[in-house]
Nanobody
Framework: QVQLVESGGGVVQAGGSLRLSCAISKRTVSTYAKGWFRQAPGKEREFVAAINWSGSTTHYADSVKGRFTISRDNAENTVYLQMNSLKPEDTAVYYC??????????????????WGQGTLVTVSS
């Protein structure tokens, strides 16, 4: 059974930073493309960032471009999301997802089957 375990969420003031981690339990999935999504209360889950298996290609939602950075360490089976210049509107539960193809991640959350349990990020104004 594949497990994705997110960590690093918390409460931070606007303008602050957090780094989220997603640990992958199964080695074969560690080479999959990975993505971060978020879901605010009462809103649909939305794409945040994605990275291909090697880390050579990344994609970002317009709302986080220039502030968030996705990266991965395949030796450690971990994907990261560095979040800087946080805004109150970034408040959400952040989820890690995995798929063979980045293109599938970019299609949206409905196309994905492998998810973590989520970690809550709260940005206070």
């Amino acid at each position: 059974q594949v497990q994705l375990v997110e960590s690093g969420g918390g409460v931070v003031q606007a303008g602050g930073s957090l780094r989220l981690s997603c640990a992958i339990s199964k080695r074969t999935v560690s080479t999959y493309a990975k993505g971060w999504f978020r879901q605010a209360p009462g809103k649909e889950r939305e794409f945040v960032a994605a990275i291909n298996w090697s880390g050579s290609t990344t994609h970002y939602a317009d709302s986080v471009k220039g502030r968030f950075t996705i990266s991965r360490d395949n030796a450690e089976n971990t994907v990261y999301l560095q979040m800087n210049s946080l805004k109150p509107e970034d408040t959400a539960v952040y989820y890690c997802a995995a798929d063979l193809q980045v293109a599938t991640i970019l299609k949206g959350y409905r196309y994905l089957d492998i998810w973590g349990q989520g970690t809550l990020v709260t940005v206070s104004s």
